[in-house]
């Protein structure tokens, strides 16, 4: 019925704004059937962070932004739902129009700049679904007018620890002017040790809630030793890579759209951020575990994010042109890799790419 549905209504949301499709999208959710999905097969079970995924398929931030629909989320087969970016103060995000859809590369470039309804509204709606069980993540972001961006993380952390299944440090978006600088060295080195240090202060109350950092595919390698090492060093649970792109290939064919501001998500950015994802993977020296994302809109993508180093996988803009069908398309074509492996688990494929994606010349 699910997919009936899907494919039914996918072409009116196409003919909608992005963002007007998006909010319609989200009310519809709420009258979903709370009929639980079929359990995934073994093999896709996957233990990360100190914590037991059924499936390694999650839906990245940005679609629900403040928890508006988790469990509806999770009953679509998802393995974990990451929800926000979220802020302490509410923020209406820049002006509209600003999600825009690139139609001929499967595309979409977004200028939002985290708007949310605040911490206060989404943490209220996260204890209410406590019991519901299901991996639901926290990420976490400023205020763009914040005086101290650092101490914004902090309070999130302290406010949502309870209720998180982890968090994502986003430092990552380049919607929001300077956010992108947290990922320098001397200053990705405070925000982490505090943020750790936040994380530990609530362990008794909340328990050990993981702290994942989000990165850039734009970094440069010399950049991305830095993060890398910074990360190492205060022992996150792992990392996400990546985020949007600010480039724009020269491969994009919808140029006018093309040209807007913002950060470049889907198919065209599938080569840059799996071969930032592989060198992430070579320097983290299996320190943590990664979460790939960026361009995944088949099995076979995600099997390519899985074997340049991903343990598990997130998508968006996939669902977009896809709908929500590929999630169950992904979850059998990665069951039926694992078995042609004569593998028990996708474990053995994680990373097993990626020295060779190193060494391949840079994507253009």
């Known amino acids: 019925m699910i997919g009936l549905l899907d494919r039914l209504s996918r072409p009116l949301m196409r003919a909608l704004d992005p963002e007007d499709a998006h909010t319609l999208t989200l009310k519809m959710l709420r009258f979903l059937p ?72 499967e595309a979409v470039v977004n200028r939002l700049g985290f708007n949310n309804g605040g911490a206060a509204a989404a943490l209220a709606r996260l204890a209410a679904r406590a019991g519901e069980g299901g991996i639901v993540g926290v990420n976490i972001g400023a205020n763009r007018d914040s005086a101290d961006r650092t101490e914004d993380y902090v309070r999130l952390i302290e406010t949502f620890a309870a209720v998180a299944s982890y968090f994502t440090v986003n430092v990552s978006s380049p919607n929001t002017p300077g956010l992108r600088d947290l990922q320098q060295a001397t200053a990705l080195d405070e925000l982490l040790g505090r943020v750790i240090d936040a994380r530990e202060r609530v362990h008794l109350r909340a328990g050990p809630t993981p702290v994942l950092l989000k990165i850039a595919p734009d970094l440069t390698l010399a950049d991305l030793d830095d993060v890398v090492g910074v990360a190492r060093k205060h022992r996150v649970d792992g990392m996400i890579v990546s985020n949007t792109t600010i480039s724009r290939p020269g491969s994009l064919r919808a140029r006018d759209k093309a040209r807007e501001a913002g950060g470049l998500s889907g198919r065209p950015l599938f080569k840059l951020s799996t071969r930032m994802l592989a060198e992430t993977f070579v320097r983290a020296e299996g320190q943590f575990p990664l979460i790939g994302v960026g361009g995944i809109d088949s099995s076979a993508t995600a099997i390519a994010k899985i074997k340049a180093g991903a343990t598990l996988v997130q998508l968006y803009t996939g669902l977009v042109y896809r709908g929500i069908g590929l999630v169950a398309e992904m979850k059998a074509g990665i069951s039926a890799a694992i078995k042609r492996g004569n593998r028990d688990s996708l474990a053995a494929m994680v990373g097993i790419d990626a020295a060779e994606i190193t060494a391949d010349s840079w994507p253009s």
């Open 34 to 105: 709370r009929t639980k999905p079929e359990p995934d097969p073994p093999e896709l079970r996957v233990r990360a962070f100190g914590l037991n995924f059924p499936n390694p398929i999650g839906l990245a931030p940005g679609f629900d932004k403040d928890a508006m629909a988790p469990d509806a989320l999770l009953r679509l087969g998802f393995g974990f739902v990451e929800i926000g970016t979220v802020t302490p103060r509410p923020q209406a995000g820049n002006p509209k129009p600003r999600i825009f859809r690139l139609e001929a590369d």
